[in-house]
Each structure stands twice: as structure tokens, then as C-alpha cells.
């Protein structure tokens, strides 16, 4: 598969190329595929920060595509982590039902990125989904202190089945896809308090959706810039 122009962009901006190696596959509530993969050395040579993602790149119609995904209990010890996939008609799909034990595919290390503020927040406002929750979970594991409200949108009960890792001290609410997003968006702007003093808040969820909230916290509640880290995960067709 030769490399297209995204690549040759991403390695001059410094990204990171390296191989990983399928170990195990498991199919998670017919919903999902979860793949344990041996890193290559990418855990030794960058790291390991909460939300962490890499680029993966996969062969589509003979063209390279590449789609992020978020590390999954990244272990720096063995260099191995999990990489979940909600299986939906697409090459990526595709790709996970169909590896094996002793699979490559190439990845590459760009644009990821994440540390809490400092002073740490006194309490921390999640928004994600389905494709964003092993990122807030990676958060919740790296903030298990602090105390934390989430939601959630799911688009089908499937979703619900998948596990946040909450604490006595972070409250989760799951939130119907409803009206294009809309109702994700009027359910947490109408919760969140207008008090934006030692919050952070961190949102991942569709892209308009993304922009909607992140406006309500700035220009809505006065959030400032280092309170707020917001990704739009997938855009709706």
C-alpha cells in the first residue's frame, strides 16, 4: 500500500512511524472489536499521557486511509495496549474483524498530546461518546481523585453495554442521540454550573455538537482557554 500525501505531511511535522502487532482479538457485544497489540517500541519511545491516540493506517481500495484511536491501558512494562473499534461498514472495520494474531498494521505517533492544568481542578466536566469513552476513561483512571460529572451519548442500547470507569465521586449520565445532537448539546449546557472556578472541562464528541458546547462554556459561562481541551471525535453525514 503506498503512503499518500498525508503521510509524507505528518512525518514532516515531525510524526512517528511504527509498527504494531496484533496479539489477541475479541469481539465485545457484537458491537465492537477489541484487538491487544504489541506497540513496536511506540510506548517506550513516546510515552504515555492520558487520551493518547495514534493514526492508524489502513488499505482502502489499494489508497491509504488513516483513522485515530485512542490507546487503550497503555503498559509502558510489556509495550503492549488494547485498540477498540465500533464495527460500521468501513475499511477500519473491516480490517479488525478480520485480523489475527501476528498482523501489522502501520502507525503513527502526531498531534497527541494531554496534561491537566496546573493547579489541578477541583472538579472536572467530561462530554464524550461511545468512540471517545476509552479516553474518559483514561482520564478518570489519571484524576481518580478528583471529582467528576460525565455524559455520555449513545446512539443505540449496544453502546450502554461499554463500561466508564467511574468512582463514588463521578457521576455518569447517558444522554439518547437525539435531534442530530442537539439534545446531548441542551443536556449538559443546561447542567453544567455557571461557576466555572477550579473546573476543566474536556469535550469529545461530534464535531458540530463539539463546537456547540465549547461555545456555551467560553462565551456562555466565561470558561477560560486553559479550562477547556475540546476534540471533535467524528463529523455527522
Not at 487520551?51 to 503492549?80: C, E, I, K, N, S
Not at 449520565?173 to 466555572?196: F, M, S, Y
Not at 462554556?217 to 467524528?234: D, P, T
Amino acid at each position: 500500500m503506498k503512503r499518500n500525501w498525508e503521510a509524507l505531511l505528518l512525518r514532516a511535522m515531525g510524526g512517528r512511524d511504527f509498527r504494531l502487532t496484533v496479539l489477541e482479538s475479541e469481539s465485545v457485544n457484537a458491537h465492537y472489536q477489541r484487538l491487544l497489540v504489541d506497540g513496536g517500541g511506540l510506548l517506550e519511545a513516546c510515552g504515555v499521557h492520558p487520551t493518547m491516540w495514534v493514526r492508524l493506517w489502513f488499505d482502502h481500495d489499494g489508497r491509504a486511509h488513516q483513522r485515530a484511536y485512542t490507546l487503550v491501558d497503555p503498559d509502558p512494562t510489556t509495550g503492549r495496549f488494547h485498540l477498540e473499534f465500533a464495527l460500521h461498514d468501513g475499511c477500519a472495520a473491516r480490517w479488525a474483524t478480520s485480523a489475527r494474531p501476528g498482523d501489522t498494521i502501520d502507525a503513527t505517533v502526531q498531534g497527541t498530546g494531554f496534561a491537566l492544568p496546573d493547579p489541578t481542578p477541583r472538579h472536572l466536566y467530561l462530554v464524550g461518546d461511545a468512540a471517545s469513552l476509552p479516553a474518559v476513561n483514561s482520564l478518570l483512571d489519571h484524576a481518580d481523585s478528583i471529582p467528576a460529572t460525565v455524559w455520555l451519548e449513545y446512539a443505540h442500547e449496544g453502546e450502554q453495554a461499554l463500561t466508564p470507569r467511574a468512582r463514588g465521586h463521578h457521576k455518569v449520565t447517558w444522554v439518547p442521540r437525539e435531534d442530530g445532537g442537539r439534545h446531548l448539546v441542551d443536556t449538559v449546557c443546561a447542567a453544567i454550573p455557571p461557576d466555572t472556578d477550579g473546573a476543566y472541562y474536556w469535550v469529545a464528541c461530534e464535531a458540530a455538537s463539539n463546537r456547540a458546547i465549547v461555545r456555551h462554556l467560553r462565551r456562555g459561562l466565561g470558561a477560560g482557554r486553559q479550562q477547556v481541551s475540546a476534540l471533535g471525535y467524528w463529523t455527522a453525514r
